[in-house]
């Protein structure tokens, strides 16, 4: 797993961030994807990377990390556009998956995204989208209902969901055979959120995680940073161990099969 962590480090620098990351792509890179696949909140694109070899059609309502997937020199999508998933217009039947990775939690009414999403899939295709669980807010760093509430706003959180509500959901979409396989539990969360926190102070993506980051490179350079990166990635590895998940599970992949 070393060297799947070196190439999420290189990507998502901040250890919170990175673990998270790990946590999913170990879960992710168990599952075959049929083509042609639409992602759902791209972003820039590295993390899908790891994942998959092409994707044929992915949209993102943020329009600087859509002219980053664009600009890629080895480009992953064949179209991207910058869209918001809750006014996309689904051609009916034109995809065998519909991929989102952590984007779900973020979009009000997401009711209409899920009805959009199951439009959008051929018969017998699947949703496949990572989501955190409601559970989240009872493993944090601090066990409080105002800390709790304090990190849904930083994160951006509107729709933190238990499992089986996700599950009603999709069934009243339409889904069927909707599978679910945690991949963040108790312990785990708690220490995602001991560094997440700390990251988040600032606003937006003036924080305290991207100030640090160009601070450490500008002072100690290249060579000093890939030091860091070696150390990071052992801390981690020895913290990610996906055999002694145990506890209440705080995030998962759910996969939704249309009938």
């Known amino acids: 797993m070393q060297d799947e962590v070196i190439r999420i480090l290189e990507i998502y620098e901040w250890p919170s961030q990175a673990f998270w ?27 899908s990377s790891l994942i998959f070899d092409v994707i044929e059609d992915a949209i993102d309502i943020n329009p600087r990390s859509v002219q980053k997937c664009l600009d890629a020199v080895n480009p992953l999508y064949r179209r991207v556009r910058c869209l918001d998933a809750r006014n ?13 990775n952590c984007v779900l939690e973020h979009i009000p009414e997401v009711e209409g995204v899920l009805l959009g999403c199951f439009r959008g899939l051929r018969p017998g295709g699947r949703f496949v989208f990572t989501v955190p669980l409601e559970a989240m807010d009872r493993h944090l760093l601090f066990r409080s209902q105002r800390y709790a509430a304090m990190r849904r706003r930083q994160l951006s959180h509107v729709n933190l969901f238990s499992s089986l509500h996700w599950e009603e959901l999709l069934q009243a979409t339409g889904f069927q055979r909707i599978e679910i396989f ?11 959120d001991s560094f997440d926190a700390v990251g988040c102070i600032g606003r937006g993506r003036y924080n305290l995680a991207n100030a640090t980051r160009l601070l450490v490179r500008m002072v100690i350079g290249q060579k000093g940073m890939s030091r860091i990166l070696r150390m990071t990635v052992g801390y981690l590895s020895r913290k990610f161990n996906p055999q002694l998940h145990s506890g209440e599970p705080c995030a998962a992949l759910l996969i939704a099969t249309k009938p």
């Open 88 to 100: 996309i217009s689904f051609e009916d039947g034109g995809y065998a998956t519909v991929f989102a």
């Open 21 to 47: 990351r790990c946590l999913e792509y170990d879960v992710l890179k168990r599952l075959s994807f049929e083509h042609p696949v639409l992602e759902i909140g791209c972003g820039d694109g590295r993390f």
């Open 182 to 192: 945690p991949y963040l539990y108790e312990k785990e969360c708690r220490f995602w």
